[in-house]
């Protein structure tokens, strides 16, 4: 059975950083393609950030230059380094993982709460 466990949510003030961790199980993803996503109260889920196991990452424009993903496939484990945190960035962030290059994500975990104080 695979599992996605995310861990490193929090409060946190603004202006601060947060690393976030999500720990796969059941399966390995180093050939397919890792990602992260955040649902704010009110809004709808959106893509965050994803990585492909050649190295290359994608970030969605509203956290470029202050999201940073990384994967360690020895551990299948992606993190997200989440910098100058602001209140546009207070959500649940979702772990995603899929065997495939692209199209739908197949796991997904259960999240992990980022609230940002002023």
């Known amino acids: 059975q695979v599992q996605l466990v995310e861990s490193g949510g929090g409060l946190v003030q603004a202006g601060g950083s947060l690393r976030l961790a999500c720990a796969a199980s059941?399966?390995?993803?180093?050939?397919?393609?890792m990602g992260w996503f955040r649902q704010a109260p009110g809004k709808e889920r959106e893509f965050v950030a994803a990585?492909?196991?050649?190295?290359?990452?994608l970030y969605a424009d509203s956290v470029k230059g202050r999201f940073t993903i990384s994967r360690d496939d020895a551990t299948n484990t992606v993190y997200l380094q989440i910098d100058s945190l602001g209140p546009e960035d207070a959500a649940t962030y979702y772990c995603?993982?899929?065997?495939?290059?692209?199209?739908?994500?197949?796991?997904w975990g259960k999240g992990t709460q980022v609230t940002v104080s002023s």
């Open positions: 995603a993982a899929r065997v495939r290059l692209y199209g739908q994500y197949d796991y």
């Open positions: 059941g399966r390995t993803f180093s050939s397919g393609t």
């Open positions: 990585t492909w196991g050649s190295g290359r990452t």
